[in-house]
């Protein structure tokens, strides 16, 4: 099988730190992957390498089969991966729709500059009502809209331009129960119109509602992917916190008391 | 069954609406009606005209300052700008002192120059990652000295007459100045409010780092606003000198002045990403009645600018707090 995407052999170091040691990844298509791991196991690392903020110092990346070099944002937003991130780069002097489509306006007339505002509407609507989100008009300014809507807008913006994997750095981190819980049901429409999703998070409970398979970090190595539908809370917390060979150290014991 | 509290309240976040979306326009009629009470012959179809007339050179470069505060600048050198290209276009076409180069060859050279000192901003502003308040403040000082050094303390004058026209002609009742001001108005709207350039001069203005993360070339984008602001100066330098018909130093000198009051009256904010023209010109007409009144009212200068100083802060203090008003509202909102 073809997979969205294929890291193999990911190594990076920061200095003196080696963040990532030989990290394989592989997501499927239409899949959403839960990324897990404890604070440094090099979760924001290995997605920010994907998503081009970060150049590997080895390995390789396929997406869609292709072996590919991603050099920055710009390149992997051709490839079409999208990362949202968690300090959203949203426009508050602007509305929905100019959001969705700042940079990248829909125009026509022969100067090919005039701003298409009816079809930049629609388009923004429809997607509104793809995404099945509670933005009540695409006309609405973003800066008037809760933490939860404006993560929905930044998805919007990425299923515009035909994203096909979309990263999630802790998407439902900064929200209240019930905007997580919406962002969540979020992201399963995305699953449900073809995207592939990367999820890293902090709150297992939310992987294991939305993911079908759950990547496990320590240390900068992979420990395991295990299937969400045999796999409990427990598994996933032993997992990150021993790691593959149960060997933990001194300062695992004590994180390990800190999950309870 | 009519729910009372709720009618009062509903219709004073109406009442509050149209004040807050429409506070220059309110401003423009109420100084308006007052001064058709107050001064005598102002409302006359000539004194209108005149006053239109007066408005229509710092119009055309308010339209190019929007550009670039809408972007997140400013361009205080604008008046510096005109002085300079003013000098420069004096001489090309004087006989007496100059070059006598026709007017229609001289006329584009202008407007080019003011374009490339327009650019050197943005070029400056890219480069020394300085504000653009300093920048400009800078270059206006260069600006106006070089303006003086080539006048040399002359008035230069012989010029052809067939430059009167752009400042001093009519096409029908209406002055030419009137025209060129409608014609850079309505591109100015075209391109800001209507193309996906302008779409990106507001993205940029109200976020500098997600405008670069969306791909918008913010380098480019400063050279471009900044040469916009002296396309329209070089217009502008084209229709005053034609008016004041004599190369002088002092021609344009603080106009930047009047049109960042009148796109302050107007709703164009000092942060960038928001405003209109139509808001700007509101701005502009403000200043237009209040000048042109005041005076028929018999008003000395000082008075003038006493009442203009005084109706900036109401008019932008009001505006802050109606946004600070709505932004805690949101809070309230967002806490329920």
């Known amino acids: 099988m073809e997979y969205a995407v294929e890291m193999k052999g990911i190594c990076k170091s920061f200095g003196g730190v080696q963040a990532l040691r030989n990290v394989d990844l592989e997501l499927r298509q239409g899949e959403i992957m839960g990324i897990v791991g404890d604070n440094g196991a090099g979760k924001s690392t290995l997605m920010k390498i994907l998503s081009g903020a970060y150049r590997a110092d080895k390995g390789e990346i396929y997406i869609f089969g292709n072996q590919v070099d991603i050099h920055n944002p710009l390149d992997s937003f051709k490839l079409g991966i999208s990362m949202i991130y968690q300090d959203l780069a949203l426009f508050n002097n602007l509305d929905v729709a100019k959001n969705i489509f700042a940079g990248r306006e829909l125009v026509w007339g022969p100067l090919g500059i005039t701003l298409d505002r009816k079809s930049m509407y629609r388009r923004a609507e429809e997607l509104i009502k793809d995404l099945r989100v509670d933005i009540k008009s695409p006309k609405l300014n973003v800066a008037r809209m809760s933490g939860g809507q404006r993560q929905m807008v930044a998805c919007a913006r990425a299923i515009a331009f035909q994203s096909k994997i979309m990263i999630m750095d802790e998407p439902t981190a900064a929200l209240g129960v019930t905007e997580a819980n919406k962002l969540l049901g979020l992201i399963k429409n995305l699953k449900n119109l073809g995207l592939s999703i990367l999820l890293i998070t902090q709150r297992i409970p939310d992987i294991l509602a939305i993911a079908d398979r759950v990547f496990v970090l320590k240390g900068g190595a992979r420990q395991d992917i295990l299937n969400v539908k045999d796999t409990t809370l427990d598994d996933v917390v032993t997992l990150i916190v021993k790691g593959k060979n149960g060997n933990r150290g001194i300062v695992d014991d004590i994180e390990y008391q800190s999950f309870g | ?336």
């Open chain 2, 1 to 336: 069954m009519v729910n009372n509290p709720s009618l009062f309240k509903k219709l004073s976040v109406i009442i509050g609406k149209i004040a807050s979306n429409y506070t220059p326009l309110l401003i423009l009629l109420v100084t308006l009606v007052l001064f058709s009470f107050i001064a005598p012959n102002f409302t006359t179809f000539n004194n209108f005209r005149l006053m239109i007339r007066q408005i229509s050179f710092v119009t055309i470069s308010a339209v190019g300052l929007m550009f670039v505060m809408v972007a997140g600048g400013i361009d205080l050198s604008i008046g510096s700008q005109i002085i300079l290209s003013n000098i420069v276009l004096s001489l090309m076409m004087s006989s007496t002192y100059g070059y006598g180069i026709d007017p229609l060859i001289a006329i584009p050279i202008c407007i080019a120059i003011g374009t490339i000192l327009g650019m050197a901003n943005g070029a400056l502003s890219n480069t020394l990652k300085v504000h653009p308040l300093i920048i400009t403040l800078g270059t206006s000082y260069i600006y106006r000295g070089l303006g003086y050094i080539i006048a040399g303390g002359r008035n230069i004058d012989g010029l052809p007459d067939s430059f009167r026209v752009y400042g001093q002609g009519y096409v029908g009742p209406i002055p030419v100045p009137i025209i060129i001001m409608i014609i850079v108005a309505i591109i100015g709207v075209y391109f800001l409010h209507n193309t996906n350039f302008g779409s990106r001069v507001f993205a940029m203005g109200g976020n500098q780092e997600a405008a670069h993360l969306v791909g918008i070339n913010i380098k480019r984008m400063k050279l471009i606003v900044f040469a916009i602001g002296g396309f329209a100066s070089g217009i502008t330098s084209v229709l005053l000198l034609s008016r004041v018909f004599n190369g002088q130093v002092t021609t344009g000198a603080g106009i930047e002045f009047d049109a960042l009051t009148a796109a302050l009256l107007g709703g164009v904010s000092f942060a960038g990403g928001e405003g209109t023209i139509f808001g700007l010109i509101t701005g502009v007409m403000i200043i237009g009645v209040l000048n042109n009144g005041m005076q028929l009212f018999g008003l000395q200068d000082f008075y003038q600018n006493l009442i203009k100083g005084a109706l900036l802060l109401a008019a932008v203090g009001y505006d802050e707090y109606q946004k600070s008003r709505r932004a805690k509202e949101i809070v309230e909102k967002a806490a329920a």
